[in-house]
């Protein structure tokens, strides 16, 4: 599944330098998370970096992008070129 920020977000900074595949930008009003790029850390760190670093904890699981463990490593190799 790939993460999304909540509107409790108070636009800290801090998780958009620690994400490995440049998946979350600054929004309209809060940071977004692009569940297109968003692997979850999965290839990467062995936890959520996002998360991790929250201060607010409004970073969750999107229940609308549903996907597997094997589904998110496949996305982080295409990502990295190693298909």
Excluded: W
Excluded at 59 to 71: F, G, M, N, R
Aim: hydrophobic share 35%; charged share 30%; net charge negative.
């Amino acid at each position: 599944m790939a993460l999304f920020i909540t509107d409790e977000c108070i636009n800290c900074d801090v998780c958009e330098p620690e994400c490995p595949n440049g998946a979350i930008t600054q929004g309209e009003e809060i940071y977004d998370i692009d569940p297109d790029l968003c692997t979850e850390c999965v290839g990467h760190f062995e936890v959520s970096q996002c998360i991790e670093v929250c201060p607010v904890d409004c970073i969750l699981v999107d229940p609308s992008h549903k996907e597997t463990q094997d589904e998110l490593m496949a996305k982080y190799k295409v990502l990295v070129g190693r298909d």
